[in-house]
Structures are given as structure tokens and as C-alpha cells.
């Protein structure tokens, strides 16, 4: 029962990490700033007929400039934790080599600022902005990729190891292999299938070596994969469609999973590549201990269920966001987080990522009704406080995203944030949702 203004009456455990997510690329801008090398996002947005109307990352939300403005807004609503990532260029400009100081500088201020608000940082190394120098070379083809970028994860360890209590490694490695391999309209913009599954490997193999290093330094932070999950449903009861979904389940879900968690690639995704696909010859002795190194926790990123055809294609079943991509199916958050607790649990879970776009504009009175986003919102967290409820060791949930940003292939034209941010004066403004957030936060429920 909901009472007058939608709220349910549904109590969170107490402590729980009310958060929001963003990415270094997607937000920061200051593109040339303090030494910051480019990255394959850089390239990719630079080359016409890449984004919606060739927009980049170049000045974003300006965030790398304005991080104190948001910083304070990040407190007005209440925020408990702040996912946000480091740009690896930022770090080490050719993706090798001595760390910029002054790139790491940035994140020490940023870190420093949320633990004055009593915000806990929460970092993920890598967002999808490779040093555009490591592509040359290969890129996540490359399986020196991955040692790279053990380096460069030992070199933010030490410089911002001891004060970002939760880091996470790669950001959606399925993004990369899907978009960025076979569709081809992320960074790098390849459309190879069968270099796209070895990239998933060299991506595997980064994270664990990643693990690592942070063990190695001696922290006690903990650390852990964030995984964009699916959940895939049959598009009906016939054992066609119920055997294809179980293999579609396979590509999206148990490719990224079973490496970490159980040591081993799903024996039906690698039958259905062959034996003779590049990922199959990329394993080498070892590589899937380094890869299932034990971790602290998951980061589950939820936004849309997936049907599935007795023939293997996917099938609509819900009214879809502004991105047509995302059907809007709350149940399907309690389905994921219930399902990988169950199989690969238990483990702790953060919800690092759940959200909608939505067609905002600044009304005259200059507030933004954003009432789509406050309903899903609201529905998505009933049914992980349902999860909770079945023993879901939930810790913590990020709205995407704190602010309005550059939305990859889309740019500015899809706005994702709890604020809104009007590009031409970069003036900051709270949507509906945010203020609906802040008594979210306030009261520990919705
Ligand atoms: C996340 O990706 C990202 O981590 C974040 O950076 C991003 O801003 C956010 O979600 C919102 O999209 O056009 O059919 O090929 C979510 C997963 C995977 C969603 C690729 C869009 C494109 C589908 N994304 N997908 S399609």
C-alpha cells in the first residue's frame, strides 16, 4: 500500500550505502588538462558519424572543474556512497610508465572532498577509457593489456589505496566485448566476433591480476568485479526457446560470472564457440586461478530483462525507456539478485548501477519534473528490498547516474542523472528525483 505520495513504507537494513555512479569519460571533461593522455573514448567520439550529432567528452558535465559544486550537491541529497571512476590516461597518459601526479592529484581532492561529507568513495579503475597508446599496440587483444594494466591498478592502490574502502575493476566487461567488439558502436568500434571473446579473457585476466595488487599492498579495502547482468527469460515453455535462453544466458550472464566466481568458462559457450576460437587458444596454465582469485563482493548492475526466441533472437515484452534497448521490468532486479546469490553467493552485493533516461527539460519555473524516474526508481528498489527480504546480502544501491552526462554513443542526447546539468552554462539543477532521493535517504526507505 502506498500512502498519499507514493511512498511504501518499505524500511532498509540500517546502514545501507545509498548511492549514485558515474564514469570518468561520461562526466569530467578538462579532456587536456594536468597531462591527461587520450584514451580510445577520445578517438572514437573525434571520428564523425561515431556519436549522436559527433558530440565528446571533451567538456562533458565539467566535472574535473566543478567536482566542489557537486561534491555539495552529492551532500544536499544525503548521499551515503559515490561510485565514480579514474581515467587510466589521467594516470599514465600512454597507459605505461610513471604515474602523473597530477592525475592522481584530481582523484586525492575528489576522494578528500566525499570523506569531508561523509561520503564513502567507492572507485572503479577502469570505465572503458583505454590509453588510446595501448590500443595501438593491440589493445585488450593484447593480452600485455592486461598486465599494463596491473601496473597502472598498483599505481592507483598506492596512491589512493588506503582511503577508497571499496574499488571495483572493469567496469561491464560484456559492454566492451559486445559493443566495443561485435556491434561495433562503443570504443573501439571493432565487429569481430572472435577477437571479441579473447578481449573477454585479457579482460578477465586484468581484473584478477588487479586483485592481486591489491592484496599485495597489504589493504584491507575490499574489491570485486561490476557486472552488468541480465536476466533472459524464455519467450514461451517450448524446450527450444527454454534451451536458447538457457544459452543466451550463457553470453550474457555465466561468460562474466563463472570465470571469477567458480574458476571455469561455461562448458555450452565454449562449445558453441569451438575449439579452435581465439578465446579458446588464449587460456593459458593458470590464467583462470589468477581470474577467481577470491573477491570481497559483486557489483551488479540491473536494467533490463531479455526474451528469448526457440531460435535465438530476442523478443519485446515490455514498455521500453527513452533507449530502446531497456524494457522497464522491475522484477527482473529481484530475479538477477536472487540468482546470483543462489549460485554464486554468498557473496556481498552492491547494486552499482539501476536506472532510466528520461526526456527532461528545465520548466520555467526552473524545476525538472522528472516523475518517470521517481517511479522506477521507487519500483526497482521494491524489489531489491524483496531480495533483501529472500537474503540477499545487499549492501549498498547507485542510481545511474548522479548527473546528466555524455551517454557514449548517444552523447548528451539521452540524460540519465538525478540532476540535471544545462550544458551551454553548466548550471546544476536538482530533478524531482533527487529531492525525491534525499527523503528516500532520510527516512532509510521508500
Ligand atoms: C551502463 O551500460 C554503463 O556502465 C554506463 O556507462 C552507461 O552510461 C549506463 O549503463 C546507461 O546506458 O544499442 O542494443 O546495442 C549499460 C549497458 C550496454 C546499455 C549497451 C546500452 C546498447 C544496447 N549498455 N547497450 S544496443
Known amino acids: 500500500h502506498s500512502d498519499t505520495d507514493g511512498r511504501l513504507g518499505l524500511r532498509?537494513?540500517?546502514?545501507?550505502?545509498?548511492?549514485?555512479?558515474?564514469?570518468?569519460?561520461?562526466?569530467?571533461?578538462?579532456?587536456?588538462?594536468?597531462?591527461?593522455?587520450?584514451?580510445?573514448?577520445?578517438?572514437?567520439?573525434?571520428?564523425?558519424?561515431?556519436?549522436?550529432?559527433?558530440?565528446?567528452?571533451?567538456?562533458?558535465?565539467?566535472?574535473?572543474?566543478?567536482?566542489?559544486?557537486?561534491?555539495?550537491?552529492?551532500?544536499?541529497i544525503g548521499l551515503r556512497s559515490y561510485r565514480f571512476s579514474i581515467a587510466w590516461p589521467r594516470v599514465q597518459p600512454d597507459g605505461s610508465g610513471a604515474p602523473n601526479q597530477r592525475g592522481l592529484d584530481f582523484y586525492r581532492r575528489l576522494v578528500d572532498g566525499l570523506h569531508d561529507r561523509g561520503i564513502t568513495p567507492m572507485a572503479t579503475l577502469f570505465h572503458w577509457d583505454l590509453p588510446q597508446a595501448l590500443q595501438d599496440t593491440g589493445g585488450w587483444e593484447n593480452r600485455d593489456t592486461a598486465y599494463r594494466f596491473a601496473d597502472y591498478a598498483r599505481a592507483v592502490f598506492d596512491a589512493l589505496g588506503a582511503q577508497v574502502p571499496v574499488w571495483l575493476t572493469v567496469n561491464e566487461p560484456k559492454t566492451v566485448v559486445q559493443n566495443g567488439y561485435i556491434i561495433g558502436h562503443h570504443a573501439p568500434g571493432r565487429q569481430d566476433p572472435d577477437a571479441a571473446y579473447l578481449v573477454a579473457h585479457h579482460l578477465h585476466l586484468a581484473h584478477g591480476l588487479a586483485v592481486a595488487q591489491l592484496r599485495d599492498t597489504g589493504s584491507t579495502s575490499r574489491i570485486g568485479p561490476a557486472l552488468n547482468l541480465h536476466p533472459c527469460y524464455p519467450a514461451d515453455d517450448s524446450p527450444a526457446s527454454v534451451a536458447a535462453a538457457r544459452l543466451y544466458d550463457?553470453?550474457?550472464?555465466?561468460?562474466?560470472?563463472?570465470?571469477?566466481?567458480?574458476?571455469?568458462?561455461?562448458?555450452?559457450?565454449?562449445?558453441?564457440?569451438?575449439?579452435?576460437?581465439?578465446?579458446?587458444?588464449?587460456?593459458?596454465?593458470?590464467?583462470?586461478?589468477?581470474?577467481?582469485?577470491?573477491?570481497?563482493?559483486?557489483?551488479?548492475?540491473?536494467?533490463?530483462?531479455?526474451?528469448?526466441?526457440?531460435?535465438?533472437?530476442?523478443?519485446?515484452?515490455?514498455?521500453?525507456?527513452?533507449?530502446?534497448?531497456?524494457?522497464?521490468?522491475?522484477?527482473?532486479?529481484?530475479?538477477?539478485?536472487?540468482?546470483?546469490?543462489?549460485?554464486?553467493?554468498?557473496?556481498?552485493?552492491?547494486?552499482?548501477?539501476?536506472?532510466?533516461?528520461?526526456?527532461?527539460?528545465?520548466?520555467?519555473?526552473?524545476?525538472?519534473?522528472?516523475?518517470?524516474?521517481?517511479?522506477?526508481?521507487?519500483?526497482?528498489?521494491?524489489?531489491?528490498?524483496?531480495a533483501i527480504a529472500a537474503g540477499v546480502p545487499l549492501e549498498s544501491y547507485h542510481v545511474w547516474s548522479l548527473l546528466d552526462n555524455f551517454e557514449w554513443e548517444q552523447g548528451y542526447d539521452q540524460r540519465w542523472g538525478l540532476i540535471y546539468v544545462d550544458y551551454p552554462t553548466q548550471r546544476r539543477v536538482l530533478k524531482s528525483s533527487a529531492h525525491w532521493y534525499r527523503r528516500v535517504i532520510a527516512d532509510n526507505a521508500i
Open 250 to 386: 550463457g553470453y550474457e550472464n555465466r561468460l562474466y560470472l563463472d570465470p571469477v566466481f567458480t574458476g571455469s568458462y561455461p562448458a555450452d559457450v565454449l562449445a558453441d564457440l569451438g575449439p579452435d576460437s581465439r578465446l579458446a587458444r588464449g587460456i593459458h596454465d593458470g590464467d583462470l586461478e589468477t581470474i577467481s582469485a577470491p573477491v570481497d563482493l559483486l557489483a551488479v548492475q540491473y536494467y533490463t530483462p531479455i526474451y528469448v526466441t526457440a531460435t535465438g533472437g530476442t523478443e519485446r515484452r515490455w514498455p521500453t525507456s527513452v533507449a530502446t534497448w531497456q524494457q522497464i521490468f522491475p522484477e527482473g532486479m529481484y530475479d538477477i539478485l536472487t540468482r546470483v546469490t543462489r549460485d554464486y553467493g554468498p557473496v556481498p552485493i552492491t547494486v552499482t548501477e539501476n536506472g532510466l533516461p528520461t526526456p527532461d527539460a528545465l520548466a520555467a519555473d526552473g524545476t525538472v519534473d522528472d516523475a518517470g524516474r521517481v517511479a522506477f526508481l521507487r519500483d526497482h528498489l521494491a524489489a531489491a528490498h524483496r
Open 12 to 76: 532498509f537494513p540500517p546502514d545501507f550505502g545509498w548511492g549514485a555512479a558515474t564514469s570518468a569519460y561520461q562526466v569530467e571533461g578538462a579532456a587536456k588538462d594536468d597531462g591527461r593522455g587520450e584514451s580510445v573514448w577520445d578517438t572514437f567520439s573525434r571520428t564523425p558519424g561515431r556519436t549522436h550529432g559527433g558530440d565528446t567528452g571533451d567538456v562533458a558535465a565539467d566535472h574535473y572543474h566543478r567536482y566542489p559544486t557537486d561534491l555539495d550537491l552529492m551532500r544536499d
